[in-house]
C-alpha cells in the first residue's frame, strides 16, 4: 500500500528535510516515528527538500508499506511519536503511480522579511530580517523581471543536483504588511537556494545598490557569482506542493493558525 502524507515542520532546530548520517533531519524524524507504528523499515519520499532553518506549512511525502493500519494511526499515531515541532497533517492511501516529487506539478514558497531597525526576539527563526528601509516598489519592478521560462542558473547553489537550471516562475509578488515584506512564489520546481538567492538580489535593490535593470543582467549572465549572497533561511516557509484533482489529496492550502501572514 502506498500513503501519501501532508506534513508540517518548524525547521529552526534540523538539519534540513534530506536525511543524514547526524541524524537531526526532519526525514529522520518522520521516518522514525512511522516504521514504529508500521513494525517495518519505512522510508519516505519528499515533493521537495528544504534546507536546514527552512519551514513548511504543507510538505508532501509518500511511503510504501506492508502493514495494514487504520487512516488515524498515520496521524495521530505517528504524531504521538514526533517532536511538537513536526506534525502530520493528513493521511491518504494513493495509487501505485503516484510521486509525492515527480506527480507535484507546482510549489508555493513565502519569504517573511521583517524590515526595520531592530531585529525581533519573537519571531527570532521565523522570520528573515533586514535593518534599514527597502524600496518595496523598486523590488516589485525588479521582481515582474523574473517570471515565465528562464535558465536560473545565476540563482543556483553550486551543490544544486537538479538536471535543468530552467524552470517557469509563474508568480513572484511582494507586499508590505506593517513592518514586514512578504515575497510569494509560485514555479513548477525551484533549484536549491533559488528563492533565498533571489530574496538576497531584491534586497540588493531594495536597499538602492542596484537599479531593478540589473536583476535581468544577473538572470541572463547566468553566473551565481555575479548574484548577491544566499539570504538567511529563518523566513522561508514551503506553503503548498499542487497536484492534479484527480490525485485527490486533502490539500490544506493557505495554514491560517499560525497567523495572517502565514
Known amino acids: 500500500m502506498r500513503i501519501a502524507l501532508g506534513v508540517e515542520y518548524d525547521g529552526s532546530a534540523f538539519l534540513g528535510w534530506q536525511s543524514q548520517a547526524e541524524g537531526q533531519t526532519v526525514q529522520d524524524m518522520l521516518q522514525s516515528a512511522l516504521s514504529q507504528i508500521a513494525g517495518e523499515h519505512i522510508s519516505v519520499v519528499a515533493a ?49 503511480e503516484f510521486h509525492a516529487r515527480f506527480s507535484a506539478h507546482g510549489r508555493c514558497y513565502r519569504y517573511l522579511l521583517l524590515n526595520r531597525a531592530t531585529r525581533s526576539a519573537i519571531h527570532a527563526g521565523k522570520v528573515g530580517w533586514f535593518h534599514t528601509p527597502l524600496d518595496v516598489a523598486a523590488m516589485q519592478a525588479a521582481a515582474l523581471l523574473l517570471l ?64 531593478p535593470d540589473w536583476l535581468a543582467e544577473v538572470l541572463v549572465g547566468r553566473e551565481r557569482s555575479f548574484a548577491a549572497p544566499t539570504f538567511a533561511p529563518d523566513g522561508l516557509y514551503l506553503r503548498q506542493i499542487k497536484y492534479e484533482a484527480k490525485c485527490g489529496l486533502p490539500q490544506m492550502g493557505n495554514n491560517t493558525m499560525l497567523g495572517e501572514l502565514l
Open 148 to 211: 515565465g521560462e528562464h535558465d536560473f542558473s545565476a540563482f543556483r547553489a553550486a551543490e544544486c543536483q537538479a538536471k535543468s537550471p530552467v524552470k517557469d516562475l509563474q508568480k513572484l509578488d511582494i507586499s508590505m504588511k506593517g513592518e514586514m515584506i512578504v515575497f510569494d512564489f509560485s514555479a513548477n520546481a525551484f533549484l536549491h537556494h533559488m528563492v533565498r538567492n533571489i530574496v538576497g538580489c531584491l534586497v540588493y535593490i531594495g536597499k538602492g545598490k542596484y537599479p
Open 48 to 96: 521537495g527538500r528544504t534546507d536546514t532553518g527552512v519551514h513548511a506549512l504543507e510538505q508532501v511525502v509518500h511511503f510504501d508499506t506492508t502493514a495494514s493500519r487504520p487512516v488515524t494511526a498515520w496521524v495521530r499515531g505517528v504524531n504521538s511519536l514526533l517532536p511538537g515541532s513536526i506534525a502530520v497533517l493528513w493521511a491518504h492511501p494513493v495509487p501505485d
